[in-house]
């Protein structure tokens, strides 16, 4: 089985600062990492996801995230938030290699970011 | 851009009640899917088709069923509506690969009273 925890329900963070959303992941074998964005009253959009390779993934709106395979996280990062970066921000896992799970994720509970002028 | 339609943005049913989400994929997706949201339990799958006519069973499927037709269209189908249903649903779509993205329509706030 797979799973995905986000240890905070909220994040607040002042305009200009930086920005970090934790996650932490459990899967048998390798994982296939995604960041997926929410603003109010709109479906999920992707962010950014790990695959294979280096370990730090850039994304889109100037989000990156860093696979730490010890440490089974996937923290994302913003180094200069915006007003606009104020949204609903899921963490998903999916297995590698496994037919059974191809596109099936799992998704955490989510972390709002609110980010003040 | 791929575009992920779901039929209704706000629905009000009663209990009982038999209940039709439908969500159309305009990408010629293999994989489309049925998550719930609930506040603090973020998305849990309901449902997800690999193919035509082909469905599987997610992670909390009980009280729900679907259908696929046709390769663009997956309903979800609540045959007998319950108030702990209310919650917001998402149908997404993606290609047959693990590794990519999926698109998801805006979701369908369902109430049910």
């Known amino acids: 089985a797979q799973s995905v925890a986000q240890p905070e329900d909220q994040v607040n963070v002042a305009e200009g600062n930086p920005l970090t959303v934790k996650c932490t992941y459990s899967v048998s074998g390798n994982p296939y990492l995604f960041w997926y964005v929410q603003y109010p009253n709109r479906g999920l959009q992707f962010l950014l996801k790990y695959i294979t390779g280096d370990n730090l993934v850039k994304g889109s709106y100037g989000f990156e995230a860093e696979f730490n395979k010890s440490q089974t996280s996937f923290h994302l990062k913003k180094p200069s938030a915006l007003v606009s970066d104020s949204a609903l921000y899921f963490c998903a896992v999916s297995r590698r290699g496994a037919t059974d799970s191809w596109g099936k994720l799992q998704f955490g509970a989510g972390t709002q970011v609110v980010v003040t002028p | 851009d791929v575009k992920v339609t779901q039929s209704s943005r706000y629905l009000v049913k009663r209990t009982g009640e038999k209940v039709f989400l439908e969500c159309v994929q305009d990408?010629?997706?293999?994989?489309m899917f049925w998550y719930r949201q609930d506040p603090g339990l973020g998305l849990r799958l309901i449902y997800f088709s690999y193919d035509v006519k082909m469905k599987e069973k997610g992670d909390i499927p009980e009280g729900y069923s679907v259908s696929r037709e046709k390769k663009e269209r997956f309903s979800l189908i609540l045959e007998s509506a319950s108030t702990n249903q209310t919650s917001m649903y998402l149908c997404?779509?993606?290609?047959?690969?693990?590794?990519?993205?999926?698109?998801f329509g805006s979701g369908t706030q369902l109430s049910v009273l």
């Open positions: 990408m010629d997706h293999e994989n």
């Open positions: 997404a779509s993606s290609s047959g690969m693990a590794n990519e993205k999926l698109f």
